[in-house]
């Protein structure tokens, strides 16, 4: 018992004084972040789908994608830390990353749709001959 009490005593003390990170001077904004995000976790899938490629051709598509947004990894990094320091804040941004992903996976599924229905045979048939 008296080890039970110890240790909710050290989880309660341990988590006072929890400070939240520093505002960094170049803080990505938060609907920045969100497309950031989102690229993120589609370069990831990807990664799980070509990895072998892309290792032979030497791609870093996080490198691309910091090109693309005009930022560097420490600045994603800080501003990730940042962000995280308030879950409110955080949990809002990944729900508008995960609303982008739901609607990209909607929009292709549409067009595959689409395409599916451009290849299949018309269900009349057509004769050559005359009645």
């Known amino acids: 018992m008296k080890k039970i009490i110890f240790f909710l005593a050290i989880v309660i003390t341990g988590c ?5 990170p520093p505002k960094p001077e170049n803080l990505i904004g938060e ?23 892309m290792i032979h051709k ?4 996080d490198s691309l994608i910091y090109a693309k947004y005009d930022i560097d990894s420490t600045q994603f990094a800080q501003s990730n830390n ?35 229905k451009l290849k299949q045979p018309d269900s009349v048939k057509t004769t050559n001959e005359i009645p």
Do not use: C, P
């Open 31 to 53: 609907d920045k972040m969100v497309e950031i995000l989102t690229d993120l976790y589609l370069a990831n899938a990807a990664r799980g789908i070509g990895s072998r490629e």
């Open 82 to 116: 940042y962000y995280a320091g308030s879950i409110d804040t955080y949990i809002d941004i990944f729900q508008k990353v995960e609303a982008n992903l739901v609607a990209m996976e909607k929009e292709v599924d549409s067009l595959f749709n689409q395409r599916l």
């Open 58 to 61: 030497n791609i870093r598509l």
């Open 16 to 20: 006072q004084n929890v400070q939240r």
